[in-house]
Structure formats: structure tokens, C-alpha cells
């Protein structure tokens, strides 16, 4: 089997269905949140901590076909096969993409293992194949992570429109991004404006990139 191509996804804003009410739809439910979608929540029995969640709208109800209605994604839940491939095929005639908690090939989405630090967000999979495996992989890239990782990353957002200006040509630019959070990985910190300006200097002339 193929890997699947990691699609990093917008869903501020967006709809998304989850059908199920356990502890498996709610973990999906936990995962996505963070990330700004309104979720409807269909089962007719629901886990007590759906109720404490924001933005989830939820429907003590059987699933119907016309929640779906407006959804731009769907997560297939439950722990009945047939119901979730019955979801599955229902998303896939309208085009809806559909995580299957229980079906890798009824899916055309993936949940990876996910780690996300500010506006850090890392997702590893292994194709559905090897949950634990990827797991086990997200912890150990979190050990390596600096602690004032997102002060890093604001620097090297702030950064970016001196050393266009600074460095016109598109690959040495990118040299010299990559230069400079390599140099804030190794300190565990963003670099000090004199730091900063000598990398930028040392750019100029040709150096160090």
C-alpha cells in the first residue's frame, strides 16, 4: 500500500460530523478541536464530557443521512462496522472526506499521531498500518523540541521580511532561514537582534550560507 500524502488542512470555521458518542469519537473530537472546527456530534448514547466541550453541537439521536447535509468532513465512529461503511459510502457520493475509526480502506483520511507546540503542528502516520509505531515516533521528536520553541518560531516569522530584503535571491534566502532556526534549535532560543544582525551581515557578504 501507498503512504498517504500528509495534507496539512485549514478547519477554522469548517463543519465537521462525528458519528459516535464513545470514547473513540470522543478522543477524535479532542484532537480536532484545538484547530477551530464547529463539530455536530451524532449518537444515541453520548459520553457526559461531550457536554463540556466548546463548539460541539450534540444529537442524542440515531445517525440520518441528512446530517451530513453542509458538512465539509465526517468521522465514522461508532462500534458498528456496517453503520460506518454505510457512512463511509455515504460520504463518498457527496464527496465529503471521512475518517473510519475501524476501516483504513473505507477512509480517505487518516488521524496521525499529533503533536502541536504554538503554531508547531507535527502528525506522524504510518498509513494506518502502525498506530504505536507512529506514537512512539511523535514522543521521541517531542524530547528534541527546545522549551521556548514558540518564542523561536515568532522570531522566525518576524524575521522573514528583513532577510527577503536583505537577500534577494530565493535559494541563499533559504539558506539563510534555515541557517537561522538551525541556530535557535542549538540554543533553545531566538536569537538576540545582535545575533541576528551578524548572520544577516554575514548573508550579505556571502558567508555562512
Known sequence: MM?????????????????????????????????????????????????????????????????????????????????????????????????????REDSTFLFPALLRQGELSVGVSASGAAPAAAACIRDRFAEVLPDRLEEILEFLDRVREPVRQAVPEADARKRLLTALAADCMEVGRPLTQEEFRRRLADAERGEGI
Do not use: M, W
Open 3 to 103: 503512504a498517504y500524502f500528509p495534507f496539512f488542512v485549514d478547519l477554522e470555521g469548517k463543519h465537521g460530523l462525528i458519528v459516535g458518542g464513545g470514547a473513540v469519537a470522543l478522543r477524535k473530537a479532542k484532537k480536532l478541536l484545538p484547530y477551530g472546527p464547529r463539530l455536530t456530534v451524532v449518537a444515541p448514547a453520548l459520553s457526559p464530557e461531550f457536554q463540556e466541550l466548546e463548539n460541539v453541537e450534540c444529537r442524542q439521536r440515531p445517525f440520518a443521512a441528512a446530517d451530513l447535509e453542509g458538512c465539509d468532513f465526517a468521522v465514522a465512529a461508532t462500534d458498528d462496522r456496517q453503520l460506518n461503511h454505510r457512512i463511509a459510502e455515504l460520504c463518498g457520493r457527496r464527496r465529503i472526506p471521512v475518517n473510519v475509526a475501524d476501516s
